[in-house]
């Protein structure tokens, strides 16, 4: 039998927010919700309809003048009844109300409580409460459209498609395997072909991985150079602000410069650091080590090269820093120098990415910059239905399963081993897909997965 949990669903901050909402999910919670809510008037209980009165206390005042929403199971986010306190916001009289639902008989839920009953009782899959917590997080529109579409089943019901056809396989093997006499012979290059197909549509969704990790946790970009080559003039233009100042004087930026941007809904830090040479100053060589730092610890690397200067032996000593991060160079002040002849002399690395032509004084260039990084990300000239799946790490832990057991298996058909063979694998691919939706998903799990949510969802 479960209980009833409650737990304040907004974010409350003293003096700021003008309501909050107190929840409370589980069989008890309307009649909890009528020992504690004074209905205005001859208003009736009735479910999914807003009520207005007085929140209060049984043994004492009344605390505050609000709504109460009651949605009765199944139709409501946990399948269970649920009933919502639309109070005041202001973190006293909303921790008042929640103590009020304690006193009554409601436990405080646990973090991601509501979203783990949801799950539970069926109304959605793991990928789906997953879909939830990154809309939740969403730091862009683009973010927050490919967590909508997984809300909204896309990935569960591709994920569902992928396992169903793998157990169908499975049967045609297993029928054999018991009724060998009643039906014709297996066809291995058939069931090799099917296998095949599976696994190609696992690793397409597997792909997907790469712009999934960028769109929730967002991109750092750092950018760095020769002391004068335009960092700080780039990162301004880029900003649309003046963060960093921008001087002809060598060693201005002495400091790590950061500025949060969206680029084709892609969150993007980019830091500006101290041109790297060797300083004398004690401060500059300071703001050099973190320059280091936020080097070593960015996504893509943009190099800036003066380009009146061309690349030089100190631009390829820097390239060496950069060690295997990907990088793009970017030849500035174009307005000054052809960049032509200097592309050539930049050399092939593998994790070059791009050359980019750039004058950052007027920020000509950036479209580029922008359309090379979204285009490394994998974010690039994709139709938008394509880009909203993108799978995260447990899924794509997950995926790289099942992609190897269907790969062991193709292997054990071509082998020539027997049909039972064939089928250890594929169960396994079946079952790996299973632990995605939360069909075949244990309890360490779920676990998990719901601990990242916040209180009250
Ligand atoms: N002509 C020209 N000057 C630039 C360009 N970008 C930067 N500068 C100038 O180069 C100098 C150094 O720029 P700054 O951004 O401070 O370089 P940083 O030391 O790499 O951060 C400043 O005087 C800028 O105005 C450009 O694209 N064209
Ligand atoms: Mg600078």
């Not at 209980?45 to 209060?56: A, D, F, K, M, N």
Request: aromatic share 4%; proline share 5%; glycine share 8%.
């Amino acid at each position: 039998m479960t209980d009833t949990i409650a737990a304040i669903a907004t974010a409350v901050v003293p003096q700021q927010g003008s309501v909050a909402i107190v929840r409370m999910s589980g069989p008890d919670s309307l009649a909890i919700a009528r020992q504690m809510f004074r209905v205005a008037g001859r208003q009736m209980w009735e479910s999914h309809r807003v009520l207005y009165g007085w929140i209060v206390d049984p043994r004492g005042p009344e605390l505050d003048e609000a709504l109460v929403l009651w949605m009765q199971g199944p139709r409501s986010y946990t399948r269970e009844d649920v009933v919502e306190f639309h109070c005041h916001g202001g973190i006293a009289v909303v921790q008042e109300v929640l103590r009020v639902c304690g006193a009554l008989g409601a436990r405080l839920a646990e973090p991601g409580e509501f979203t783990l009953r949801a799950f539970l009782n069926g109304r959605i899959d793991l990928t789906q409460a997953e879909g939830i917590l990154d809309l939740v997080g969403a730091r862009t529109d683009r973010a927050a459209r490919m967590a909508l579409a997984a809300v909204r089943g896309k990935l569960a019901q591709t994920l569902q498609s992928l396992r169903d056809r793998c157990s169908d396989v499975l049967a045609e093997i297993e029928a054999r395997l018991d009724f060998a006499e009643d039906l014709p012979p297996l066809d291995p290059s058939a069931i090799a072909q099917a296998v095949a197909a599976l696994q190609q549509e696992a690793e397409g969704l597997l792909a997907t991985a790469d712009r999934g990790a960028c769109l929730r946790r967002g991109l750092k970009v750092a950018i760095v150079g020769q002391p004068n080559a335009g960092k700080s003039s780039l990162l301004n233009a880029w900003s649309r602000t003046d963060r960093a100042i921008v001087t002809p004087l060598p060693g201005t930026t002495r400091d790590v410069v950061d500025s949060h941007l969206t680029v084709g809904g892609l969150p993007v830090q980019v830091l500006d650091t101290a041109g790297l040479r060797e300083a004398d100053d004690e401060i500059e060589r300071l703001g050099i080590a973190r320059s280091r730092q936020a080097l070593l610890t960015a996504d893509l690397v943009l190099l800036v090269v003066d380009a009146r200067q061309g690349w030089t032996p100190a631009d390829a000593g820097i390239l060496q820093e950069i060690g295997d991060r990907p990088v793009m160079v970017v030849l500035n002040k174009t307005d000054l120098a052809d960049p032509e002849p200097i592309r050539e002399t930049v050399p092939s690395a593998p994790n070059l990415q791009a050359v980019l032509p750039m004058v950052a004084a007027q920020g000509v260039g950036l479209e580029a910059l922008e359309a090379a990084i979204l285009h490394h990300v994998g974010l690039g000239r994709l139709p938008a239905a394509d880009l909203e799946i993108a799978v995260n790490e447990r899924q794509q832990a997950g995926l790289a399963q099942a992609v190897a057991a269907l790969e062991r298996s193709q292997g054990a058909i071509a082998a020539g081993l027997p049909p039972d063979f064939w089928s250890i694998d594929l169960r396994a691919a079946q079952k790996a897909l299973g632990e995605l939706t939360g069909e075949d998903a244990v309890e360490s799990v779920l676990d998990r997965i719901f601990q990242r949510f916040c209180l009250g969802k």
